[in-house]
């Protein structure tokens, strides 16, 4: 991923990563970064996927719908 793309997709992971720490609800951070993403050309969905993974940690068995609904790719 190009540098352009790589700041806009940190920036949108660290927000939900903090909405999460903050006690913020798991599925609607999931989905705000995920349409965040959306929005930058050229990020793999193994990244998208990867991120995702990383944000809902043990609670991950919902995310991939969470996921789904939201993807436009």
Do not use: C
Request: proline share 4%.
């Amino acid at each position: 991923m190009g540098r352009h793309r790589a700041r806009p997709a940190t920036r949108a992971y660290r927000a939900a990563e903090q909405a999460i720490a903050a006690g913020g609800d798991l599925e609607a951070a999931v989905r705000d970064f995920v349409r965040a993403v959306n929005q930058l050309p050229g990020v793999k969905t193994s990244e998208r996927d990867d991120a995702v993974n990383r944000l809902t940690g043990d609670h991950a068995e919902a995310a991939p719908a969470w996921f789904d609904t939201e993807r436009l790719f």
